[in-house]
């Protein structure tokens, strides 16, 4: 019982990760696409 609390923790706590990289990696390309904008001015 102790092992599948644990797996399902670390599935959850994988997926969370993911999501936060994805989200960071999203706004870093926001960031470059902004960056790029401003100096095309």
């Not at 102790?2 to 990696?25: C, M, P």
Request: cysteine-free; aromatic content about 8%; glycine content about 2%.
């Amino acid at each position: 019982m102790k092992e599948l609390s644990f797996s399902s923790d670390a599935k959850h706590s994988y997926s969370f990760s993911v999501t936060l990289k994805g989200l960071l990696s999203r706004n870093e390309s926001d960031k470059r696409k902004l960056s790029q904008s401003l100096a095309r001015e």
